[in-house]
């Protein structure tokens, strides 16, 4: 049991270019989310899903894509890097029965240079 | 709107005991949970009030109180390894929204 499984773990990027960071978790959680987070700060919410081909955007979206095909991943797309995105980025599932908290991976650290 | 807020940074020595508030301007949410990270590591999940009341999980507890739009992370008999930052989140069911966090400096 792997848990929330994050690639890769560093990225530096040019502005302009596009990646994807990848996010896979084995628990069969229906809810994943990703986060960014910026020196000092808390955790901004940029999209979530609920299930597999449903998604939706959090509170800072803009500049990033998400699909859910499967239960089990769900990757962030960075369609045309900018400084402004250089950040710590958070995957993180949990399941929709019970009170019980996120389950975050070990984070990707982005650099866009 | 959401809005959460809590201090900043607090300072207590090893063997104290420590209270993180969170105070929130929002409604409808299902529960408050707290997470604690340490630098340059991932959130972990520490504790989840769905109900109004003490929650206690070890040295650990977590008090909610909706009609005062409050909550707290009490942390007993500290240890420097508490030294990190705590974060509470509103839980919207789909996702959480998340505080600004609180950094717990532990001293010997």
């Known amino acids: 049991n792997a848990g929330v499984t994050q690639t890769p773990k560093f990225q530096v990027l040019k502005t302009g270019q596009s990646m994807t960071l990848q996010c896979a978790q084995d628990m069969n959680h229906e809810y994943m989310s990703w986060y960014r987070q910026d020196p000092g700060m808390g955790l901004r919410l940029i999209h979530y899903s609920v299930g597999a081909g449903i998604t939706d955007q959090g509170e800072v979206p803009n500049g990033y894509n998400v699909s859910r095909s499967t239960t089990e991943d769900f990757p962030l797309r960075l369609l045309s890097a900018a400084p402004s995105q250089t950040s710590v980025y958070f995957c993180?599932?949990?399941?929709?029965?019970?009170?019980?908290?996120?389950?975050f991976g070990s984070g990707t650290r982005l650099t866009v240079v | 709107g959401q809005s959460l807020e809590q201090p900043s940074e607090v300072t207590a020595v090893e063997g104290a005991i420590v209270q993180i508030n969170c105070t929130y301007q929002?409604?409808?949410?299902?529960?408050l949970s707290w997470y604690q990270q340490h630098d340059g590591g991932a959130p972990t999940f520490l504790s989840y009030?769905?109900?109004?009341g003490l929650e206690e999980t070890g040295r650990f507890s977590s008090f909610l109180s909706r009609s005062d739009s409050y909550g707290y992370l009490l942390l007993q008999e500290l240890q420097m390894k508490d030294s990190a930052s705590y974060f509470c989140a509103v839980d919207y069911g789909q996702n959480f929204v998340f505080g600004p966090g609180t950094r717990l400096s532990v001293l010997p």
């Open positions: 993180a599932s949990r399941t929709s029965e019970g009170n019980y908290g996120y389950t």
């Open positions: 929002t409604s409808g949410f299902y529960g």
């Open positions: 009030n769905g109900l109004d």
